[in-house]
């Protein structure tokens, strides 16, 4: 086949694809689709390689890592890990990075990226704003709140997780794949910090940006490009970035498409389960954005791809 369009960011391993993932990434592959499907923690990051080589002759690529909401407690989602008791007794505790685990990953030839990783306080934010509606104390007074004190803590398991994965990206030489909600000012004082083992010429991607064009600005400078998905396809809405002038102002070789399917899937498809095959819409609309023909649009997006995972043609 040959490869037009490219989906940076996907889950077609996920549950959500149990009964259907060849049919769906074979769906994506005829069209000229290649993908990266990104793991989240261990069986999802194991998975995602196991899938890239069930693919082996095709572009079908593997993202391993850490998303920070797996770092403790989390909401259960059973499109992402499935109904099991084991996947829910998982979501119930949360991961400790294992380096080792995810080194074996990392090197896998069908590995691309090291990801889903990053830092996430979107429950946080959530957790302050119901307490600023409840004039509440700084004790949490509702079932399943957390207190100040829980909530530094969970900052640092994600930080210290992040980190990890920061290394283990230098190590083997992939970019990172970004996970990042409301802590775009952590986010960025971390690469900064730890910018001499960022790989300087590829240190990776912000996958599903939601910052400002300031923080945008200073991703650009340490090196890093940005994925966007279905939600550029939405008509604009308040407290949601921007997109339109987000990815005028973006440099060409600096943008990337992708899905996150099963989640956000683009207009028409608004609502439904999203799949790779989809990723079209979202190279429509950034093509529309930045005044070019889908031809052009998809050709750049494609060989970002290439530079960045390192993709032979
Ligand atoms: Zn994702």
């Known amino acids: 086949m040959e490869v037009k369009f490219f989906d940076a ?8 694809f149990k009964d259907d993932y060849r049919e769906t990434i074979r769906r994506a592959l005829v069209t000229g689709i290649g993908l990266v499907n990104v793991g989240t923690q261990r069986d999802t990051s194991r998975r995602a390689v196991e899938v890239a080589h069930e693919f082996e002759n095709e572009p079908v690529y593997a993202a391993i890592g850490l998303h920070p909401i797996h770092t ?10 499935g109904g099991g008791e084991s996947a829910k007794a998982f979501t119930s505790r949360g991961e400790e990075f294992d380096y080792e685990y995810y080194k074996k990953l990392a090197l896998d030839p069908k590995t691309v990226a090291i990801g889903e990783c990053g830092l996430d306080y979107a429950a946080f934010v959530r957790e302050e704003h119901e307490r600023l509606q409840k004039r509440a104390s700084a ?20 930080i210290v997780a ?10 083997v030489g992939k970019p990172l794949m970004i996970h ?6 952590d986010l960025i004082d971390m690469l900064t910090a730890n910018h001499q083992i960022l790989n300087t010429n590829n240190p990776g991607i912000i996958h599903f940006f939601t910052g400002t064009t ?27 970035p921007d997109y339109r002038a987000l990815v005028k102002y973006l ?7 992708e899905t996150d399917a099963p989640y956000v899937a683009p207009v028409p498809h608004r609502g439904k389960r999203n799949e790779p095959a989809y990723v079209v819409e979202t190279v429509k609309k950034l093509a529309e954005i930045k005044g070019i023909s889908l031809e052009a649009m998809a050709g750049q997006i494609l060989k970002n791809a290439e530079r960045i995972f390192g993709i032979q043609k």
């Open 72 to 81: 403790a407690k989390s909401h259960h989602d059973e499109n992402e890990l």
């Open 180 to 185: 990042c909600r409301d802590a775009f000012k």
């Open 251 to 257: 440099p060409p070789d600096r943008i990337l498409s």
């Open 9 to 16: 960011h996907t889950h077609a391993h996920f549950a959500a």
């Open 139 to 158: 004790e949490a007074s509702r079932e399943g709140g957390l207190t100040d004190d829980e909530i530094k803590l969970r900052k640092e398991k994600q």
């Open 162 to 171: 992040f980190i990890e994965q920061i290394k283990l990206a230098h190590d």
């Open 214 to 240: 300031d923080d945008a600005k200073k991703l650009l400078d340490l090196g890093f490009s940005f994925t966007f998905g279905g939600t550029v396809t939405y008509p604009p809405k308040a407290g949601m």
